[in-house]
Every structure is written in C-alpha cells, then in structure tokens.
C-alpha cells in the first residue's frame, strides 16, 4: 500500500508552483499559454519561467493521469451467476514429454 501511494516529492522550482496548482490548471483550462502564466505568477512576485510552468504542467498531468489509471485498475472482479469469484483463464499447454 505504502509503494502504491508514494508520489516522489515536487523539486526547486516545481516546488513553488505546487501551492498554486490550482490556479494555474485554471488559467491553462481557460487558454492561457506558460508564458501567459509565467507573467501572471511575476505579477504576484513568483518569479519562474515558461519553460517550467510548462514542465509543472505536464507533470502534474501525468501524475494525475497515473493516480487515475490505479483507481480504475484496482476495480474489483465480479461474481460468476452462481456467486463464485470469477478465476482467470489460464491455458494448459502439453508438456514435452507426452509426446
């Protein structure tokens, strides 16, 4: 379980925008490009460039692509009519000396 939910921590500057995430997936939801963003975050005296709004962007988005994929992987089997767990197939090959 441990392994499953570790998520290697954010650094430098990635580790900045991290408590804007948030606000910065809103504004690259409403069309704003990373240099758009960037300038945005100098404006609050953030200062970061394009090159890693975009890169926190697409680690972000993988991160929560891969947190989406777990949940649906992780789906439970379902039970055969008679209530039995469903058991997976698993073919039988002839070994080699029954030939």
């Given at each position: 379980m441990l392994i499953e939910?570790?998520?290697?921590p954010l650094r430098g500057k990635l580790a900045t925008l991290?408590?804007?995430?948030?606000?910065?997936?809103?504004?690259?939801k409403k069309g704003a490009s990373s240099a758009e963003i960037a300038a945005l975050?100098?404006?609050?005296?953030?200062t970061i460039s394009k090159d890693a709004v975009a890169r926190f962007l697409r680690v972000e988005a993988a991160r929560e692509r891969n947190s989406r994929a777990k949940k649906t992987a992780a789906a439970p089997q379902t039970p055969t009519p008679d209530g039995a767990p469903?058991?997976?197939?698993?073919?039988?090959?002839?070994?080699?000396?029954?030939?």
């Open positions: 939910t570790y998520q290697r991290a408590p804007l995430r948030d606000e910065i997936f809103a504004l690259h975050l100098a404006q609050c005296q953030v469903a058991t997976r197939f698993t073919p039988r090959f002839p070994s080699s000396d029954q030939q």
